[in-house]
């Protein structure tokens, strides 16, 4: 479990830093969108990993407070890509 929220979580960033190098708008919202997807895939192992009590309850609400937080931004620059991308 552990391996999968690694892999999950580092491609978060891998995926957020290959759209700031994106050939076009659509490539962009595309690489975000994968992040956003990895994002919630780290929420469901940091879940996980929590009812399972690998980590604490203080270790994985943070972990998972973090992880939500991300996912919010990743939402945020998603939502207004779009909206610029209609205009």
Avoid: P
Wanted: net charge positive; aromatic share 8%.
């Amino acid at each position: 479990m552990t391996k999968q929220l690694l892999r999950a979580g580092t491609s978060i960033g891998a995926n957020a830093h290959e759209a700031h190098n994106a050939q076009s708008d659509k490539d962009f919202l595309a690489k975000m969108y994968i992040a956003l997807k990895e994002a919630t895939e780290t929420e469901y192992w940091i879940k996980l990993l929590l009812r399972t009590e690998y980590l604490t309850v203080k270790e994985g609400e943070s972990i998972l407070y973090d992880c939500i937080e991300i996912k919010r931004i990743l939402t945020a620059i998603i939502k207004t890509k779009k909206q610029n991308f209609a205009s």
